[in-house]
């Protein structure tokens, strides 16, 4: 991640610094683990999988500032230090969660683009896998705002959950054994294994937020 950090002095010096000040926050790094840990089952060149593993730390720290925003869910504090948009402003904090977004593809893009010919087809399908995760993650995230504080049916909260928390966490799964080229009985095998890690994240995140 570190690698990723913009220092050199700009006009968006401040924007740099909000980006690194939520991507270098901490956190239990849950993502990346899971697409490594998941190519490592197969492989052991784990360097390989590394840009994605970086980009799905992004796209999550982006997602984190945007759900702390005031007009979503509000929050003063995150790892246990002011939210971006507390520590900088909201809009230099929107802006940073759009930076780390765009950020994300552009790891991903200069991965591709020094891909070997025979890598990259598995490797294509990760980005289209990635950028549907991340639309799901956005939609999820929509329709649990919708409902805040609103009467929810079991269908529609199994919705808010297999796309605002789940998609992701399934994809870091999937990406690490696609980019392994595993066979399609051990991708499926990984895809049911990682959608039940997501609902019960899910779950428990939604137990905290209430106590």
Known sequence: ????LRKQECPEKILNNS???SLMAGGKRIRPI?????????????????PYAVAIEMVHNFSLIHDDLPGIDNDDI??????????????????AGDGLLNQAYMVISKDLENTKPEELSNKIKVFKEFSYA?????????????????????KTLEYIHKNKTGALLKLCVRMG??????????LEKLTRYAE????????????LSEE
Do not use: W
Request: hydrophobic share 40%.
């Open 1 to 4: 991640l570190e690698e990723h």
């Open 78 to 95: 995150r790892h246990g230090k002011p939210t971006n948009h507390k520590q900088f402003n909201e809009a230099t904090a929107i802006l």
């Open 196 to 207: 039940r890690i997501g609902l019960a994240f899910q779950i428990k995140d939604d137990i």
């Open 34 to 50: 899971l697409v490594l840990a998941t190519y490592q089952i197969f492989k052991k060149d784990i360097e390989k999988c590394m």
């Open 19 to 21: 980006m690194e000040y």
């Open 134 to 154: 991340v639309d799901r993650m956005i939609a999820g995230e929509y329709v649990d705002t919708e409902y805040e504080s609103k009467q929810i049916t079991d």
């Open 177 to 186: 054994a696609i980019l392994a080229d595993v066979s399609e009985n051990d």
